[in-house]
């Protein structure tokens, strides 16, 4: 049995039991393989590192899309960048009040790949009408767009590779520029007890950009080591004074159904660790 094992850490990982490769090359920025594992269905990694499977990526999504967009209340406009798999666009699809989502992904191998393989990420979001999808390195979009965008979503890898450029001070006021009054960023910012310095470097690269500059969690299960911390930041900082009656009251509105995503799981994964305040504290 052919063993995947992760490679983001040199001294510690997850390993997997390969049932099959369904797909594995060299794309023209990153590494690709998809491939089955009984425990978790079907699996996507670039790089070395996992980036979603069957079984789990329904945390991540839910909590990366409806956590901004309930706070926010009055979302039309989406910019994702990254988010290949078509996961977040499907979540961000959902919400009536959308009507135009712009993604903008730099391989394009990805999302071909995951709506081969990984269909029920993108579960047709990719034909909506309503989304527009852009094959460009997310810097340089935000760097010159003139579309400014309620909620702002970075689904990317990792710093490293391709991805690093989205964790810099340029990427960020790129966002700021994107985003319209009282808007909202958020993006994906690793496993906070395993990567506790990009919550820091992360925190004080937004911090010159955003009034407010906040992280929210969740366990995603694999993305080993912890929880994983979601960064956020908006100049309406009321944006997260919500109390759960308002937020409940949207989420009913909305109709969603969801699988980890509810409305005091809103509230709470605010409320982080300890040693995640004290390394914030720590840098002030
Ligand atoms: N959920 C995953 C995680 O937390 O690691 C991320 C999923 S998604 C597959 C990450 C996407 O970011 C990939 O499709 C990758 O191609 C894209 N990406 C990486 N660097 C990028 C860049 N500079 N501009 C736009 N997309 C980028």
Redesign the pocket.
């Known amino acids: 049995m052919k063993q995947y094992s992760e490679s983001l850490y040199p001294t510690w990982g997850q390993q997997f039991a390969v049932d099959e490769v369904l797909f594995e090359h060299q ?1 023209d ?2 590494h ?1 393989v998809i491939f089955k594992n009984q425990q978790w269905g079907t699996v ?1 990694a ?1 790089d070395g ?4 499977t069957e079984k789990d ?1 329904f945390v ?2 839910e909590m ?1 899309t409806h956590v901004p967009i309930l706070a926010h209340g009055s979302v039309q406009k989406v910019l994702i ?5 078509g ?2 666009l499907r979540e961000v699809l959902r919400h009536k009040t959308v009507e135009r989502v712009v993604q ?4 394009q ?3 071909d790949m ?1 709506v081969q393989y990984l269909p029920g990420h993108s579960d047709g979001a990719f034909t909506d009408p309503r989304a527009e999808v852009i094959i ?6 935000v760097a010159d767009c003139e579309e400014q965008f309620d909620v702002i979503i970075s ?4 710093p490293i ?6 964790f810099t001070s340029a ?1 960020y006021q790129g966002v700021k520029r994107c985003l319209k009054p009282g808007g909202v960023f958020v993006a ?1 910012n ?1 496993v906070s007890f395993m990567q506790l310095d990009e919550v820091t470097t992360t925190y004080q690269r937004l911090s010159p950009e955003f009034d407010q500059v906040a992280f929210y969690a969740a366990a ?1 299960p694999t ?1 080993v080591g912890g929880v ?1 911390t979601f960064a956020w930041a908006t100049d309406n900082p009321d944006l997260t004074k919500m109390n759960r009656q308002t937020i409940t009251q949207r989420y009913q509105a909305s109709g969603l159904q969801c699988r980890y995503y509810q409305p005091e799981l809103h509230i709470g994964a605010f409320a982080l660790p300890r040693y995640i305040v004290q390394a914030i504290e720590d840098l002030n």
């Open positions: 794309t920025h990153q690709l996507m670039l590192v996992i980036q979603t990526e991540y999504h990366m960048i990254g988010g290949g798999d996961g977040i903008v992904e730099i391989d191998a990805v999302i995951c460009k390195d997310g810097v340089e979009f689904d990317s890898t990792d590779g391709p991805g690093e450029v989205l990427f994906q690793g995603v993305y994983m």
